[in-house]
């Protein structure tokens, strides 16, 4: 017995010391740091999702302006109803009416986005630590609101999302320090780095210049009445819409502090001598330019996929020896991660830094990862789910604001007000939120490239990074000799019936 724990912990130790290897192995290809925003390796990439997005704006923004108009000071402007009328019922509704309520929720986020970015460098552990525990009974609370107006659909809606949400962060519960940890050394990056804020404030100002001509067009809308079914479809297809462009906004921001977090890390910080000068408007230009064909690509399959192999994964940790419900699970689990393969967040590093096509940036830091053993960390890592339920609680506070001042007055218009409102709150608050996950993909991103990148930054860092990394290795280890051992036993007991 004691002789096989010696030749496991040794086995354990020497896949750790390879890994190690691995990890650094990659320095010769990151150290030339000329290469991160050579001119000569930037170019358009993705070209053909480039134009449908801004053919997507353009006729979204004439649908947009004309829905509003329709109903502007006078019903029916654009006789557009005598289109409809023999499909739904029309109301004599304008769009004035629910356009204010639209502007406040657009301020409520704003100032919701910018208090996290004011308290980023003070208060940031404890903003994310009340996001994690309060959303559950925020939710749930909601849920109790909607049932008491006898919104039964979505009181049951934000009941199932109030469970889920507390289930998941059950799971993952010890994950949670290690998680922390991670924020707050990304919270130090991007603290340092002032012009960062800047950034997401002027994304944040676009992205409300878009909303003032979204929220024209949804109070349109809602001002008519085209039956609940017809009117919600209509909600829906223009949510979807602006789902795409908060996306592509944040994901633009994305590359544009993940250009500057990684140049910073190459250089040994923002001051040194070999920095090169303009670099955040570099990484700018690009970002709006040859790469953002790659990042309105990205943007449309990024978000789902991963918020989806998070609720597997948690669900995954905890389903314990029920062998029909793992086996189930698992095989959602593998397709998951083959999409994610295809389909991840740290694409958009590998764009900022080289300027590839999206799908290439994600396989190739996927497999770097692997590579790597640094996947480990990524899949322990809870960060994005952290910002996620920031975001998701900025969203609920602008919508429930909203919907409040909307129940005065119009009590059936209360869900699709309060609805639309909290997606214009999470947009607004999520702009702030990525300058944070920026630096947390940035910084893995560099682990698994060159760790002395990391070791220079912060050595204290650098070493519960590597800790937990051989911590991680060892579990996967030890569960891959369970499985195995269960497998040889379920074979020695078949072979055992047969005979």
Same mark, same amino acid.
Do not use: K
């Given at each position: 017995m004691s002789d096989s724990?010696?030749?496991s912990s040794s086995s354990d130790s020497a896949s750790i010391a390879t890994v190690d290897q691995n990890v650094g192995r990659r320095n010769g290809r990151i150290i030339n740091a000329d290469q991160t925003?050579?001119?000569?390796? @930037?170019?358009? @990439? !993705?070209?053909?999702?480039?134009?449908?997005?801004?053919?997507h704006l353009i006729l979204l923004g004439v649908v947009l302006a004309a829905l509003g108009l329709n109903r502007? @000071?006078? *019903?029916d402007r654009l006789n557009i109803d005598r289109y409809t009328n023999r499909y739904w019922e029309n109301s004599n509704g304008l769009t004035e009416t629910y356009w204010p309520k639209y502007a406040v929720a657009g301020g409520i986020g704003t100032v919701l986005?910018?208090?996290?970015?004011?308290?980023?460098?003070?208060r940031a552990k404890q903003m994310m630590k009340f996001s994690v525990h309060i959303l559950t009974t925020y939710l +749930?609370?909601?849920?109790?609101?909607?049932?008491?107006?006898?919104q039964f659909f979505w009181g049951v809606a934000f009941a199932t999302g109030a469970a889920v949400q507390f289930l998941y962060v059950i799971s993952v519960i010890d994950r949670l320090p290690f998680t922390m940890l991670v924020l707050q050394k990304a919270v130090k990056l991007v603290w340092s780095l002032p012009?960062?804020? @800047?950034? *997401?404030? +002027?994304?944040? +100002?676009?992205?409300?210049l878009w909303m003032g001509i979204w929220s024209f067009g949804i109070s349109g809308v809602v001002a008519s009445s085209r039956g609940d079914l017809g009117r919600w479809w209509l909600l829906v297809v223009l949510s979807v819409s602006l789902f795409w462009t908060a996306a592509v906004l944040c994901n633009t921001v994305h590359v544009i502090v993940s250009g500057l977090v990684f140049l910073v890390l190459i250089h040994g910080g923002r001051n040194a001598s070999s920095m090169p000068p303009n670099s955040l408007m570099k990484s700018l230009r690009y970002a709006v330019t040859t790469s953002f064909g790659s990042i309105c690509y990205g943007s449309l399959f990024t978000a789902a996929i991963r918020t989806l192999r998070w609720e597997i994964r948690g669900f995954r940790s905890k389903i314990g020896n029920n062998e029909c419900l793992l086996c189930c699970v698992d095989f959602l689990f593998q397709l998951v991660e083959t999409l994610v393969r295809f389909f991840n967040k740290y694409a958009y590093v590998q764009i900022a830094i080289y300027g590839k096509g999206f799908n290439r940036s994600a396989r190739d830091a996927w497999e770097l990862f692997q590579s790597t053993g640094v996947e480990a960390l990524v899949a322990y890592d809870c960060s994005g789910a952290v910002l996620l339920m920031g975001t998701i609680l900025g969203g609920l506070i602008t919508g429930t604001c909203a919907g409040v001042w909307t129940w005065i007055t119009w009590k059936d218009r209360v869900i699709m007000v309060g609805s639309t409102a909290m997606l214009m709150g999470m947009v607004l608050v999520g702009l702030a939120m990525v300058v944070v996950e920026s630096a947390v993909t940035s910084i893995y991103i560099c682990y698994a490239e060159d760790p002395s990148l990391i070791r220079r930054w912060d050595p204290h860092f650098f070493n519960q990074l590597s800790e937990t990394l051989h911590q991680r290795l060892q579990h996967r280890s030890s569960r891959a000799r369970e499985v195995l051992t269960h497998n040889q036993l !379920?074979?020695?007991?078949?072979?055992t019936f047969h005979l």
């Open positions: 724990n010696i030749s925003f050579s001119p000569e390796l @930037r170019h358009w @990439r !993705d070209i053909f999702w480039l134009a449908i997005f801004i053919i502007f @000071r006078t *019903a986005g910018c208090l996290w970015l004011l308290l980023l460098g003070s +749930a609370v909601i849920s109790v609101l909607c049932f008491w107006c006898e012009e960062v804020t @800047r950034v *997401a404030y +002027a994304f944040m +100002a676009v992205m409300l !379920d074979s020695h007991t078949q072979d």
